[in-house]
């Protein structure tokens, strides 16, 4: 579980992050979802320390991370997976290489040990045999894929993704959906998902929180999202002249 | 002024990170010999082609300049020996290794920083900086003085080709190259070369640790990289030379 209490953050005279409180729930897929700008990116970087809070506090399972010296910070980031919009692959290093990486520097396993992971990995988002291919010559999906294989080969005990299926074609990004809300559910990991695709809030939103102007404006799951009655909300989801539709259907 | 506090600042901590304890060693040494390779064997070739003409091309105008039949011909061998080693091989050449491999170096780490896998170092809780930085500070501190005292030798012989064709004798320009040699003059040069491979590796790195936006970003960081390390080169140029010669 990951707890944030009354946390704000400035960028110069912008105040990004207004009083924010919210609890991510452990084994369940913690949805952030808003406009673009709305703060979203940096409330997930502010959780795990690439930006400073101004006040608040941030617990991972009672533990304070903003009261944290930089070496437990970085004790504790080893628990943390994390899936960037782009992927953040290294451009030199293969799949295999890339997600051997963090048991490498952070592990004392054998080099066979190291393998069995990476091929478990791999396996676990249906890429087995795909060990020596460089990101260059992936596609958006399998890209994403070995970012997840990455994220969780040291065995998280939280997972924090940034638009999994930003540039994805409908149904791989379903795919990716699915399998991220897979292995929350398997390793029972509190997974934050930030997102503005609703096609992905309407999948795998279990406790969703809505960011409007640096504040959780409204929070709830996918089916209370449908009747909620908040304007800005509604303005957010309901965007298109179909979903309009919808909404006003019986 | 604040501005550049503020460059100055953020330059010794992220400084302060870099010489950080390495969090494994063997990949550490693996990144070291990487970064030999791409700061220091890829601009062999550069600095061979560059010195062999420069030190030509010194021979012949200094020939040009000392036509009086009472200055001694193995002057010229003295004035290429003592130009290459006194300011074309340490300065000159940082000055060029400043735009290859600081250019390099800060476009590098710029992409890595805004395609986010600098935030994947740190989310992973490896000391990024450290990571990233500290390989190339040593490969450039252990192999620019090679690549010097390459240029020096490559430099000198292309000085004495350039002597042949202005009819100066072997005999004298290899005289020349001797007389009166100051073996403090090399000091001198390779603790120039230490100063400016440091500059060169650590603002370069700055500039590129620090950007923030997409591909502009990238570039203007690099573009920053190599007047930032040129000038800072010319500014400690004159300082150590001060402090070591006058």
């Not at chain 1, 890429?127 to 994220?151: D, F, T, Y």
Request: hydrophobic residues 45%; aromatic residues 10%.
């Amino acid at each position: 579980m990951i707890e944030i209490i009354n946390i704000n953050k400035h960028f110069e005279s912008n105040h990004v992050l207004k009083d924010i409180s919210f609890t991510f729930e452990r084994g369940k897929t913690n949805l952030i979802i808003g406009e673009s700008g709305s703060g979203k990116t940096t409330l997930l970087k502010t959780l795990i320390g690439l930006h400073d809070v101004d006040n608040g506090q941030i617990l991972f399972d009672e533990r304070d991370f903003t009261s944290m010296k930089l070496k437990e910070k970085r004790k504790l980031r080893q628990e943390v997976g994390m899936l960037f919009q782009g992927g953040a692959l290294y451009d030199y290093m293969s799949a295999e290489q890339n997600i051997m990486f963090p048991l490498t520097m952070l592990t004392e396993q054998s080099v066979e040990e190291k393998l069995d992971r990476v091929n478990f990995c791999l396996q676990r988002v249906n890429l087995e045999n795909k060990n020596h291919l460089l990101p260059a010559k992936l596609s958006g999906g399998m890209l994403k894929r070995v970012a997840i294989a990455r994220s969780i080969a040291m065995n998280p005990k939280y997972l924090l993704c940034d638009e999994p299926n930003s540039g994805l074609d409908p149904k791989t990004a379903i795919l990716i959906d699915n399998l991220i809300q897979e292995i929350t559910q398997e390793y029972n990991i509190t997974t934050i998902v930030n997102t503005h695709d609703m096609n992905s809030v309407m999948e795998i939103g279990e406790n969703i929180a809505y960011i409007y102007d640096g504040k959780i404006w409204w929070n709830g799951n996918k089916e209370e999202l449908i009747s909620a009655d908040n304007p800005e909300l509604n303005n957010f989801v309901f965007a298109s002249k179909l979903f309009k539709r919808l909404k006003k259907m019986p | 002024m604040l501005e550049l506090l503020k460059h100055l600042g953020l330059y010794f901590i992220m400084m302060k990170k870099v010489l950080g304890k390495p969090s494994k060693w063997n990949v550490f040494f693996k990144q070291l010999f990487v970064e030999l390779e791409k700061v220091g064997v890829n601009s062999i070739g550069i600095v061979i082609i560059i010195s062999f003409f420069v030190g030509g091309v010194v021979s012949i105008q200094t020939a040009m300049n000392l036509e009086n039949p009472l200055i001694p011909a193995y002057l010229i061998g003295l004035a290429t020996r003592d130009s290459l080693i006194l300011e074309f091989s340490p300065t000159m050449i940082s000055l060029i290794l400043a735009g290859k491999a600081g250019s390099n170096i800060a476009s590098e780490i710029g992409t890595m920083r805004v395609t986010e896998q600098i935030d994947a170092l740190e989310i992973m809780g490896i000391n990024s900086a450290s990571f990233l930085i500290l390989p190339k500070i040593l490969a450039a501190i252990f192999f620019f003085p090679i690549l010097i005292i390459m240029s020096m030798g490559v430099g000198m012989l292309g000085g004495w080709l350039g002597g042949l064709a202005t009819d100066i004798t072997t005999a004298d320009f290899l005289y020349g190259l001797k007389y009166e040699f100051n073996s403090f003059y090399i000091t001198y040069c390779l603790v120039k070369t230490v100063v400016f491979a440091f500059i060169i590796t650590t603002v370069s790195s700055y500039f590129g640790y620090h950007t923030q936006g997409g591909a502009l970003a990238v570039g203007k960081s690099s573009t920053m990289a190599v007047v930032y390390s040129s000038i800072l080169i010319l500014i400690f140029n004159f300082i150590l030379t001060d402090l070591l010669l006058a």
